[in-house]
């Protein structure tokens, strides 16, 4: 069994030149506003209040690192983690959202040390808009050394029949409840295995 043993909260940069060198590899969780990027990444981690959640859209302002060391059987991994704000809301004028959304495509482009981005999608609204945008840009930017994974969240608010319909759709989709740890163990192998695992090795 793979696991996050250790996780640590390294800095927050509100500006490029604020960030940390590109010394590990890392995963950025990309996705709206209140989609639960913070909240997965305290689930995945086992550490509630790590990464700061909240009810209200854009919570997280800034870039946020953790330092994160995976275990598989006696081998330790490290990782780094990145919480990002979310794309399309930001409680401020008009003209600093803009700045905003510049610094988070432009790290997003240009940070060559994100191996994995997880594009996070409410599995409540699947097919919504920015997200489609999200996905285009992800495309659009990712090299041959950097992958793109889909994960659902708050799978905990969908009936059976939803979660059917969903699966209808995107039948190898990984579906997590960050809230109550559904899915969460099936994300940490996902994730590991895009960082470490054989297919990952050229
Ligand atoms: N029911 C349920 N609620 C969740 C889940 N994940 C997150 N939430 C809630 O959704 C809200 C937003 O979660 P965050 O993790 O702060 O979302 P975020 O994507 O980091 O939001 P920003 O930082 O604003 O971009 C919070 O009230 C969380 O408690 C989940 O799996 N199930
Ligand atoms: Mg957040």
């Not at 940390?20 to 995945?44: H, M, P, Q, T, W």
């Not at 992958?147 to 969903?166: E, R």
Request: proline share 2%.
């Amino acid at each position: 069994m793979i696991t996050i043993k250790e996780a640590n909260f390294v800095k927050s940069a509100e500006k490029m030149d604020q960030v940390l060198d590109e010394d590990s590899i890392e995963v950025a969780f990309i996705g709206r506003s209140n989609v639960g990027k913070s909240s997965i990444i305290n689930a995945l981690t086992n550490r509630k209040g790590l990464a700061k959640s909240s009810s209200t859209p854009g919570k997280t302002r800034l870039i946020n690192f953790f330092d994160i060391v995976f275990k598989k059987g006696d081998e330790d991994y490290g990782a780094r983690l990145v919480d990002l704000p979310g794309f399309g809301y930001a409680r401020v004028s008009k003209s600093m959202k803009h700045e905003w959304q510049k610094t988070l495509t432009k790290f997003i482009k240009e940070r060559e040390s994100i191996k994995l981005f997880v594009h996070l999608v409410d599995s409540r609204h699947p097919e919504l808009e920015i997200d489609k945008e999200v996905s285009a840009y992800l495309h659009e930017i990712c090299s041959v050394e950097q992958k793109i994974v889909v994960i659902f969240t708050k799978a905990d608010k969908l009936k059976q029949k939803d979660v059917s319909a969903l699966k209808k759709i995107y039948p190898n989709c990984l579906m997590v409840s960050s809230s109550k740890g559904k899915g969460i163990q099936k994300a940490i192998d996902l994730i590991f295995d895009a960082l470490f695992g054989e297919t990952n090795l050229d």
